[in-house]
């Protein structure tokens, strides 16, 4: 046999067993740029990094409200270290100073509960002497929480948008520390939406010029209607915008130049117990009050309150119902009351419920000092405790077992029921028909209290006069467990009473949907 060798050649070699040919200078050269090209990127990756990281801490320091963090953490904190440091006592030793500090308490949070918060903010009454809104702007900016253009424009935000963390200033949901502390030393990140919240609550010169252009294209005849009620506004908004303007002013002769000059010429004490005890420390000892309306008075698992939603539980308000608290808040820990009926110039419709800021209120009024008070109606309060409690009800009813609702059970002929009952498989059941509601009653034969003989001769017919009293006048407990029996209708062709029971089992059952719609009477 001759064997003839094939001529070989590289190209016939097969490509699995090709070898791989050695790198050339151009793939070493492509391998370092792609070194280059990952240190390039890393570098880059870094350096964004770094910009990210001092736009952070600009961010940070330009969102800082160094006024309020002044006033709220540095010069308390000052204080409280002198006191320590020196083994100063936390109240006066000198008696004058310590009844002029309490005095000075309630003078200033009656200035600000009364005029920053029930005036200003909701309206809810209306100043007749110019002297009382200035007592209220200069005697309220010394509890330090900002003007009154900015505090009542954000309390009237966490009103509408509560609970909201973008909109609801000092939404509880950013955590306990941002609700008490953190929305006054830092400023909003949407800084555009509370410009424009300030400025359509509070407007400021040009806005009121473009309005008064824009009214006068309006009858004269609602002109003369309004004018009182213009004229009142106008003064008001002339009190907030220069309280704005004035506010570090007010603030350091309310804080600063007049419990120290109190103290030394009326008190016969020191400058410095002066500045201490009815100035910083007073200062902030008044802001707690406030503090905690908005931390502590929307934390409902803090059940050292007692905290209740008798009104709206869409919200995290609470009606926190310790006396304890009632006393920390001075008088405004009804909270869920007070976020449902916002322009009620009492914080709770209760007589007996402490309330300084009401009595102060109401005592103005009778001196002729304020009129046209806000009072929510009586039965317009029971009448949103009673939507509430209704609304309670239906979700513990809908996690309960009702039975199939009448509109939703199987129609079943009268020969479709007698064929039921002939069928072997259903042998041993007990039926029975109560007002055209078939009902499959065996589960519950054996505890009938009346025995199952009397079950099983109504077995297959209408027990309905039976079951209403021509035997045994049932329970509504009998009656509701009757009804999660349920497993047919009987359709013979006269259904006018049977829609008649859906319609109103329907009106018993609350509808999801109302309930998910509804809305506080202060989003009105």
């Not at 473009?210 to 309006?218: F, L, P, R, W």
């Not at 130049?257 to 200062?283: E, F, H, K, S």
């Not at 869409?314 to 869920?336: D, E, V, W």
Request: with cysteine; net charge positive; charged share 20%.
């Amino acid at each position: 046999m001759v064997v003839v060798e094939a001529e070989w050649t590289p190209d016939k070699i097969p490509a699995r067993v090709q070898r791989r040919k050695p790198a050339s200078g151009g793939e070493k050269i492509s391998s370092s740029q792609n070194s280059s090209h990952i240190f390039n990127q890393a570098s880059h990756i870094k350096n964004a990094r770094m910009n990210s990281m001092r736009r952070r801490k600009r961010d940070f320091l330009t969102r800082i409200n160094y006024t309020n963090t002044f006033t709220v953490a540095v010069l308390p904190a000052l204080a409280l270290v002198y006191v320590f440091f020196y083994a100063k006592s936390l109240l006066p030793e000198n008696s004058a100073t310590f009844k002029f500090s309490f005095i000075y308490y309630h003078v200033m949070l009656l200035a600000f509960s009364a005029g920053y918060h029930k005036c200003f903010a909701h309206n809810t009454y209306r100043v007749k002497y110019g002297v009382l809104s200035w007592y209220f702007a200069i005697f309220g900016a010394g509890i330090g929480l900002g003007s009154i253009r900015w505090w009542a424009t954000l309390h009237r935000a966490h009103h509408q948008y509560t609970d909201d963390t973008e909109r609801d200033p000092y939404s509880i949901k950013r955590g306990f520390a941002w609700a008490h502390y953190g929305w006054l030393i830092r400023k909003p990140k949407i800084v555009q939406f509370y410009e424009d919240f300030v400025q359509h609550e509070f407007p400021d010169e040009q806005s009121v010029i473009q309005n008064e252009i824009d009214d006068n294209n309006e009858d004269d005849f609602f002109d003369e209607i309004d004018s009182e009620k213009r004229a009142y506004q106008e003064q008001m908004r002339s009190v907030v915008l220069q309280q704005e303007r004035l506010y570090l002013v007010f603030w350091f002769i309310s804080t600063i130049v007049i419990p120290v000059l109190v103290t030394v010429t009326i008190c016969n004490d020191t400058v410095i117990n002066g500045l201490l005890y009815p100035g910083i420390l007073r200062m902030f000892i008044s802001q707690q009050p406030i503090l905690l309306t908005q931390s502590v008075c929307h934390l409902k698992h803090i059940q050292a309150t007692i905290p209740t939603q008798p009104f709206n539980d869409k919200n995290s308000s609470q009606n926190c119902n310790n006396p304890l608290m009632a006393f920390l808040t001075y008088g405004n820990a009804a909270q869920n009351y007070h976020h449902e009926f916002p322009h009620d110039y009492r914080s709770q419709s209760s007589h007996l419920a402490y309330d300084p800021t009401k009595w102060f209120i109401w005592i103005l009024s009778k001196i002729g000092m304020v009129d046209e008070l806000c009072k929510t109606p009586k039965d317009l309060i029971t009448q949103l405790q009673i939507q509430q409690q209704q609304r309670v009800i239906n979700r513990m009813k809908s996690q309960l077992n009702w039975g199939t609702p009448i509109s939703k059970l199987p129609l079943i002929t009268p020969k479709q029921f007698k064929d039921i009952l002939a069928s072997a498989s259903h042998s041993g059941r007990i039926y029975i028909i109560i007002q055209k509601v078939i009902h499959d009653i065996t589960p519950f034969m054996n505890q009938h209290p009346g025995g199952i003989q009397l079950l099983k001769a109504s077995h297959g017919l209408d027990a309905t006069k039976a079951f209403y009293g021509g035997v045994y006048g049932h329970s509504t407990a009998a009656v509701n467990l009757l009804a999660t029996m349920r497993i047919g209708l009987l359709d013979d062709g006269n259904d006018e009473d049977v829609w008649r029971r859906v319609a109103k089992e329907q009106r018993e059952v609350n509808d999801d949907h109302q309930s998910k719609s509804y809305k506080s009477a202060e989003a009105a």
